[in-house]
T-cell receptor, first 111, second 112 residues
């Protein structure tokens, strides 16, 4: 079955530091991959998506992710963390008509 | 606001009561999804509609749960005889293609 694994349920970075949130997928074919962000008591907002086009995908709020087939990874990065980036981040893959989400990574930004 | 709208945002109910949630998708979207999210977890798929047809249902959707989308526009999710384990955030999403989904703000259900 296709699924995603997020490594690290909690990540803390200093303001201005690099953000790296890890996601690995299990699939024998290139999947459609997504990163969503969720602020407290809010729904999910799409950050970016990979749909078999360019392997480096740029999203909103300065985030980007690189699809690496050899590593079955789709890690999310941002060069410089901002306090407003503190939130829960979910990696997801689509299979058929369903999105399958990872368990999430909570990002804390330290001033 | 042209996003996905969910009502109510919060619901507190006593165990054993029935509750109904509403989702209004983005108007031109024919696909509508319901997900459930418990604390510290990612959203889990409940059911999927294409227009008015309910095409997929998760095993999570027990016989106490029912969802409808009568005219292919808004959708309702009803939980009968609520249990404490039903406490969660219920998320609705809509899309026009299978490569994206736009989520609403969710309905947080607390069963006491």
């Amino acid at each position: 079955a296709q699924s995603v694994t997020q490594l690290g349920s909690h990540v803390s970075v200093s303001e201005g530091a690099l953000v790296l949130l890890r996601c690995n997928y299990s699939s024998s074919v290139p999947p459609y991959l997504f990163w969503y962000v969720q602020y407290p008591n809010q729904g999910l907002q799409l950050l970016l998506k990979y749909t078999s086009a360019a392997t480096l995908v740029k999203g909103i709020n300065g985030f980007e992710a690189e699809f690496k087939k050899s590593e079955t990874s789709f890690h999310l990065t941002k060069p410089s963390a901002h306090m407003s980036d503190a939130a829960e981040y979910f990696c997801a893959v689509i299979l058929g008509n369903q999105f399958y989400f990872g368990t999430g990574t909570s990002l804390t930004v330290i001033p | 606001d042209t996003g996905v709208s969910q009502d109510p945002r919060h619901k507190i109910t006593k165990r054993g009561q029935n509750v109904t949630f509403r989702c209004d998708p983005i108007s031109e979207h024919n696909r509508l999804y319901w997900y459930r999210q418990t604390l510290g977890q990612g959203p889990e798929f409940l059911t999927y509609f294409q227009n008015e047809a309910q095409l997929e249902k998760s095993r999570l959707l027990s016989d106490r749960f029912s969802a409808e989308r009568p005219k292919g526009s808004f959708s309702t999710l009803e939980i009968q005889r609520t249990e404490q384990g039903d406490s969660a955030m219920y998320l609705c999403a809509s899309s026009s293609t299978f490569t994206e989904a736009f989520f609403g703000q969710g309905t947080r259900l607390t069963v006491v």
